[in-house]
Nanobody, 123 residues
Framework: VQLQASGGGLVQPGGSLRLSCSAA????????MGWFRQAPGKEREFVAT????????RYGDFVKGRFTISRDNVKNMVYLQMDSLKLEDTAVYYC?????????????????WGQGTLVTVSS
């Protein structure tokens, strides 16, 4: 399984970014996906996860309605729409792939990771 994350960049506080992650796996629609992030000097942190069916998603407590995870099972893509970005959202964002249909907020439950995409929120 190969994952390729993209869409990071520099954005001002209050701005928006949309991260994308492509998955090179034939059975993408049968597996859950997630986004995590890691800021310098900090542990990897759960951001969002979505089940294979797209019906269920969960978010980290800090998200508070600002981010939306979605997926396109035809294109083998997962997205993270990030709005109302804050300085503290600055981090490298990673997409992860799980063999399970059900998503997880535990990074140990993911078998494959993308290379990460840097999001910098700065004025």
């Amino acid at each position: 399984v190969q994952l390729q994350a993209s869409g990071g960049g520099l954005v001002q506080p209050g701005g928006s970014l949309r991260l994308s992650c492509s998955a090179a796996v034939r059975t993408f629609s049968s597996h859950s996906m997630g986004w995590f992030r890691q800021a310098p000097g900090k542990e990897r942190e759960f951001v969002a996860t979505i089940d294979s069916s797209e019906r269920n998603s969960r978010y980290g407590d800090f998200v508070k309605g600002r981010f939306t995870i979605s997926r396109d099972n035809v294109k083998n893509m997962v997205y993270l729409q990030m709005d109302s970005l804050k300085l503290e959202d600055t981090a490298v964002y990673y997409c992860g792939f799980r063999w399970s249909e059900i998503g997880s907020d535990n990074a140990n439950g993911y078998s494959y990771w993308g290379q990460g995409t840097l999001v910098t929120v700065s004025s």
